[in-house]
């Protein structure tokens, strides 16, 4: 019996363990528990008022599981700290009765007062009627007076999203209960899964609130504004609105995600958001949002996210990139806007990852017209944490919401975490310091709250609104001082545009400096204000104007605010900065959309004509003008016909889209042609049987479903088909295909059609079958084959395991051509298939058969030569010479053999081209059309320097012991992930096994890889990517 006791004793003592708490990476912060459970349980949104006061949605109807005891319904709760000894002691519900909520902001004290009349329990008002999808542009705001310091007697009023509407809630009496609730924007759908409604409010500096809505699983939805206007669709994915604070002048803003969950603005009034990822293409995103932005995900086009017309890093014309990718499952952001932290945290953006568990930094980086950046975690617990929402106190410190653990339905648990500094020196009361200080210094705090108070404060003092202009003007305070006089002086109603653009004298004086409040000022420039005459900008602030970050807001206020400015120079400024950075997706995509304001600028299908200059402007500007053809004119047919004879396949790839998606069936021929070209690629394969797909009636949903060997199969085998259309099917079928016979391939190794006889060769090289050895060997041996023929086979050959039954006579070839035995058709091409030997035998070099053949031929080859260098590495393992490609002359067929070979960098392992090679990292069929040849060479040499936020490599850790490093590849809809590593194998890992997921600074792409080729397989390789476009 007492063993039986001791026994039960353990297991309790195992059960009710308390998790170690999450870690602080950052020694110059600290991590304290503010609440947990009895207090609140699983908690999501959260916020800070000025008064220290922290604000969390508990959830109650998440999930709830059968007999749950909880709470009902979803409330919302202050937590205090009324003894100053870090943690709450007091919890008063402020509302409750709610579902699904999901967000809750407490009206920042800079914003003005909703103007709304509600009634206890109040909806709002009624719906007045429908609405175009896109509202009218508004001119400024009507604005309230001014705000009240805080303490004084005023409502408290909160803003709270649920799955199904905004709500604003109020307080008139001073209890800390909300009297009064008005629906300031609600959603009318079946959708009711708890979180892909709306959530992630936001405002920006002039009071216009922003928040998010899910892809709703793809069903009908109507949005409606208090004034009655509604927004429908369903299918096209997530989307972002805004409206004001009352609920009137909603509008959609930006689509194509997936869910972006939560919103901030940073303190130059740019918006960026997390979002989630679809079931097949992670990363998770963060992302910069512009007015009108498309960010690719197309619900309707099948929730894998893999289909051919969907982007997930602006793979799309039109569509836009991520800045970075982020953790699993990211559900806060703020941008860190105060004193609290350490210097290098202010502007940086912090985002919480639900599925990692951790808390990460985000630096940012400009990159043209938007931003790259990587996650730099600073918090990182085990799985019994699971960061939610993130709010910004105002003594800088930061509140986080934790659900505590991985169950969707609800448990019982819930913590509210503080993250601050560990200097005593840098606490303070935790409210907000709106006494003392004259205006002027105030406006140099770095707590934003503090300063965009005192700047909306100079609506009705004439005095500030003065000293608001010498701050914008002064040279000697800080961009951030400066964009806060701009916020304030433009939320004043009588200001003019020239105050703030120029001086009487000068009417473009403010805007010489091309910094983030140029940029600013040249946003509100459409957005708010009237009576600019931008005819005549002088050449100084035209060069200004066209810098990437400033072109973008420039095309912002043309294409979204001010229509009527594209009849000025504006536009032309906006088209010469994307001519002058044509792959900048944000400059595009603005020039395009600056063209959309313009009256009669018609796309004249003559301009596709295959014989124009075939130049990389006139790709972008093609591809552009196919998408603003559609735009003007969906269903015109007489632009994507001509459109799909150009010579660009990203001006065919993006006409293919449009008859697709706009189901023009008079066109269905001409892309059946399209299949029967030779010059058709891989992507544009797909995209023209996604189309035909579309065309036949069939869900694009379905064809994503559609496993590739379903439509490529058939056109592999049927022999009626154009050789090339089949080699192109060849091409995009993995190669390790178990339906593929190796029958098909030996029977392809012996066809007439050097192209389709290519491909089958190529395809054996990615994946040997021992049936195919002999032919092979026979196409190695044939004088009368091309040398290139012979090459690619060898490279085949070299891929062939020693087991097989024809290894002696594999054996027999290599040895022969290290040696220079083979018969020629052309003597000149000896040394090329001595080469092409030599590569191949690099693994047997130590058998003496072998090593004594290789040195036998390094004798009478001259120093310095591309042979004596292939044979020194064979037998070495390593060039020691060093990265020195510069001064060969590069041979692009022989660097794709090289790109391609099982022997040496490998590349192919891991990366596509036109549909051949690794899926792991980025796809470089076009990479040549955003690097030259020195950041070819440094990405090689250096990989670790620069790398895409798409391709973050992470380390897994697991509950089994195991780690794994890597990309991941993809996360199977929560049940595992799969993580590729530099060798190119994919490793499934259950998802219950993964304790953490850590990004890493270090590429996944191996270092040395330089070191594994010569100096001329280099310079060929580096030749072969500058191909690439």
């Known amino acids: 019996m007492s063993r039986l006791l001791i026994g039960l004793c353990l297991l309790s003592s195992v059960g009710t363990a308390v998790a170690a708490p999450p870690r602080v990476l950052d020694d110059r912060l600290k991590l304290d528990l503010f609440a947990e459970q009895p207090q609140i349980v699983t908690p999501t949104g959260i916020d800070v008022d000025h008064r220290g006061r922290v604000w969390a949605i508990e959830s109650n109807t998440h999930f709830p599981p059968e007999g749950y005891a909880g709470h009902p319904t979803d409330r919302v709760l202050i937590l205090e700290d009324t003894n100053a000894d870090g943690r709450a002691d007091k919890v008063t519900t402020f509302a409750d009765g709610f579902t699904h909520a999901m967000s809750v902001v407490v009206k920042p004290v800079w914003l003005d007062e909703p103007a709304v009349g509600s009634k206890p329990g109040s909806g709002g008002t009624g719906e007045k ?9 508004t001119t400024s705001p009507s604005l309230s007076p001014s705000p009240p310091l805080p303490g004084s007697p005023s409502a408290l009023t909160v803003f709270l999203a649920t799955r199904k509407d905004i709500l604003l809630l109020r307080d008139t009496d001073g209890d800390l209960k909300a009297d009064e609730q008005t629906t300031l924007v609600r959603l009318d759908t079946p959708g009711n899964y708890p979180h892909n409604g709306l959530a992630g409010i936001a405002f920006d500096a ?51 995600f997936w869910n972006p969950h939560a919103s901030c603005f940073d303190a130059f ?38 289909h051919p017309f969907t982007a997930w890093n602006g793979e799309i014309p039109g569509t836009l990139p991520m800045v970075s990718g982020t953790g699993e499952a990211p559900s806060g952001i703020l941008c860190y806007e105060s004193d609290g932290f350490p210097d290098d945290y202010l502007g940086t953006l912090l985002v919480g990852s639900w599925g990692d568990h951790r808390i990460d930094q985000f630096v940012l980086e400009p990159k043209g017209a938007s931003f790259t950046s990587r996650p730099k975690p600073i918090v990182q617990g085990d799985d019994t944490f699971r960061p939610v929402g993130l709010a910004l106190a105002p003594d800088g410190s930061v509140y986080f919401t934790d659900w505590v653990l991985r169950d969707y339905k609800l448990h019982g648990k819930g913590r509210v975490w503080r993250l601050s500094n560990t200097d005593p020196s840098q606490h303070d009361s935790g409210v907000m310091r709106l006494h003392g200080p004259l205006p002027g210094e105030q406006l140099k705090s770095n707590r934003l709250s503090e300063r965009r108070w005192i700047a909306r404060v100079a609506q009705d003092q004439a005095d500030i609104r003065e000293m608001l202009l ?92 001010r229509p009527d400015l594209a009849k000025y120079n504006l536009a032309g400024i906006a088209w010469v900065a994307l001519l002058e950075q044509e792959s900048d997706p944000f400059l595009q995509f603005h020039a395009l959309h600056s063209m959309y304001g313009m009256n009669g600028l018609d796309v004249e299908p003559s301009i596709f004509k295959a014989d124009r200059v075939n130049a990389q402007k006139s790709r972008v500007v093609d591809t552009y003008m196919v998408l603003l053809a ?56 797909l995209a023209c049987l996604a189309t035909l797909s579309l065309l036949d009636g069939v869900p694009a949903a379905e064809f994503e479903k559609t496993p590739p060997t379903q439509y490529l199969l058939p056109l592999i085998a049927d022999a009626s088909k154009p050789a090339a259309l089949r080699a192109t099917a060849l091409r995009l079928l993995p190669a390790g295909t178990p339906e593929l016979p190796a029958a098909r391939l030996v029977e392809f190794l012996k066809s007439d059609d050097a192209a389709l006889q290519l491909e089958a060769i190529r395809t054996l090289a990615q994946s040997p079958r021992k049936e195919a050895v002999a032919a092979l060997c026979e196409i190695v041996a044939n004088p009368q084959a091309t040398t290139e023929l012979r090459c690619e086979a060898l490279l085949a050959l070299s891929a062939v395991g020693r087991e097989q039954s024809e290894s002696s006579r594999v054996d027999a070839l290599l040895l022969d051509g290290i040696e220079n035995r083979w018969r ?39 120093e310095g030569s591309a042979l004596r260098a292939a044979i020194d590495l064979a037998l070495t393992g390593k060039n020691d010479s060093g990265p020195q490609p510069s001064a060969l002359d590069p041979q692009p067929s022989h660097g794709r053999r090289v790109f391609f070979s099982p022997h040496g960098p490998q590349c192919a392992k891991c990366h596509t081209v036109h549909g051949r090679g690794g899926k792991i990292g980025p796809d470089l069929s076009v990479i040549a059309r955003t690097m030259n040849r020195e950041k070819l060479h440094d990405s090689i040499v250096n990989p670790s320097k620069e790398i895409s936020p798409y391709f973050l490599t992470w380390v897994v850790a697991t509950h089994s012991g195991k780690a794994y490093t890597g990309l991941i590849v993809s996360e199977n809809g929560g049940r595992d992930l799969a993580v590729g590593d530099a060798e190119g194998n994919v490793t499934t890992i259950p998802w219950d096994d993964i304790e953490s997921r850590t990004p890493s600074p270090v590429s996944v792409m191996p270092q040395g890889l330089h070191q594994r080729m010569t100096p001329q397989e280099f310079a060929d390789l580096l030749g072969y990517l500058e191909t690439l476009k």
């Open 824 to 862: 020629l058709r052309d003597p000149s091409d000896a040394e090329m298939l001595r080469l092409e030997a030599v590569r191949a035998a690099r693994p047997r070099a130590n058998e003496t058969t072998f090593r004594d053949a290789l040195m036998k031929a390094r004798e009478p080859a001259s």
């Open 206 to 256: 002039l009071g216009w609130m922003f928040f998010g809505f899910g892809e709703n699983l793809g069903a009908d939805y109507k949005l409606i504004g208090s004034d009655g206007v509604t927004l429908s669709g369903g299918g096209e994915g997530g989307n972002m609105y805004r409206c004001r604070p009352d609920g009137t002048k909603l509008e959609r803003w930006a689509t194509g």
């Open 129 to 137: 009627g429908r609405a175009d999808e896109k509202t009218p542009p």
């Open 630 to 685: 559609r735009h003007q004119k969906p269903r015109d047919t007489a632009v994507p016909s001509a459109a799909l004879k150009s010579t660009w396949d990203a001006v065919r790839f993006a006409a293919v889209q449009w008859i697709g998606e706009e189901r023009l069936s008079d066109l269905q021929p001409d892309v059946e042609r399209l299949l029967n070209d030779p010059q058709t690629t891989p992507k544009l394969l």
């Open 470 to 561: 010498r701050v914008l003007t002064s040279p000697r305070m800080s961009s951030r001082s400066r964009v806060e006089a701009l916020w304030g002086l433009a939320n004043c109603p009588d200001i003019k545009s020239s105050d703030f653009l120029g001086s009487p004298d000068n009417r473009f004086e403010y805007l010489r400096n091309a910094d983030e409040v140029t940029e600013a000022a040249v946003r509100l420039s459409g957005q708010l204000m009237t009576g600019i005459d931008w005819q005549g900008v002088p050449d100084n602030v035209a060069r200004n104007l066209s810098r990437p970050a400033i072109a973008r807001v420039l095309g912002e206020s043309i294409e979204h605010y």
């Open 269 to 306: 009034g740019r918006l960026f958001t997390v979002d989630n990822d679809p079931d097949s293409r992670p990363p998770c995103r963060l992302l910069h949002i512009i007015p009108g932005g498309d960010y690719g995900y197309r619900f309707r086009n099948g929730r894998k996210g893999t």
